[in-house]
T-cell receptor, first 115, second 113 residues
Framework: GAVVSQHPSWVICKSGTSVKIECRSLDFQATTMFWYRQFPKQSLMLMATSNEGSKATYEQGVEKDKFLINHASLTLSTLTVTSAHPEDSSFYIC???????????FGSGTQLSVL | GDSVTQMEGPVTLSEEAFLTINCTYTATGYPSLFWYVQYPGEGLQLLLKATKADDKGSNKGFEATYRKETTSFHLEKGSVQVSDSAVYFCALRGGAAGNKLTFGGGTRVLVKP
């Protein structure tokens, strides 16, 4: 079946540094990818919709300058958490919509811990 | 806005036991309802779905019925296996948020042999 590879699966960084998370569709093309975050015992919250070749659409309350999204190809979207702080520590998940059948596939998530 | 509430885990049960995970929702209009499952180390996968009231979604022995009168979509399985250990997410699409998925918080299920 279709696979979405998300990397890294976990990362620990110092406060003030930037962290990049990659989301790749391995055997299908995706014009649209989604980025979610999840705090412990809370729902997955949609952060932004990433559109290939254009600017991402951010949900209300998500800082676009802090969470930079790049979707430069039909198989890759990246989320960069800039100047990370401890409150950015969370579980981040991406998903990709198959261009051909519009099915949605998810990555396995990235646990970010900011010290 | 839309919201999905599901029971907190973890839920621990023995093999062959009956599993129920409650899910209720709040949404405008007539949303579609989904259950996703995330096995350890893997991405979320669609388990089953229902698109209108009284529809029953089923897959891998799991079932859930879209109950509009109680705004619920409870997941059930009659006899669980160790391999069913995973995190289960209830979700909806098509309410106020349009085509975007709104998720519940997830319920971790641990099945012991």
């Amino acid at each position: 079946g279709a696979v979405v590879s998300q990397h890294p699966s976990w990362v620990i960084c110092k406060s003030g540094t930037s962290v990049k998370i990659e989301c790749r569709s391995l055997d299908f093309q995706a014009t649209t990818m989604f980025w979610y975050r999840q705090f412990p015992k809370q729902s997955l919250m949609l952060m932004a919709t990433s559109n290939e070749g254009s600017k991402a659409t951010y949900e209300q309350g998500v800082e676009k300058d802090k969470f930079l999204i790049n979707h430069a190809s039909l198989t890759l979207s990246t989320l960069t958490v800039t100047s990370a702080h401890p409150e950015d520590s969370s579980f981040y998940i991406c998903s990709a919509r198959d261009l051909l059948n519009e099915k949605l596939f998810f990555g396995s998530g990235t646990q970010l811990s900011v010290l | 806005g839309d919201s999905v509430t599901q029971m907190e885990g973890p839920v621990t049960l023995s093999e062959e036991a009956f599993l129920t995970i409650n899910c209720t929702y709040t949404a405008t209009g007539y949303p579609s309802l989904f259950w996703y499952v995330q096995y350890p180390g893997e991405g979320l996968q669609l388990l089953l779905k229902a698109t209108k009231a009284d529809d029953k979604g089923s897959n891998k022995g799991f079932e859930a019925t879209y109950r509009k009168e109680t705004t619920s979509f409870h997941l059930e399985k009659g006899s669980v296996q160790v391999s069913d250990s995973a995190v289960y997410f209830c979700a909806l699409r098509g309410g106020a948020a349009g085509n975007k998925l709104t998720f519940g918080g997830g319920t971790r299920v641990l099945v012991k042999p």
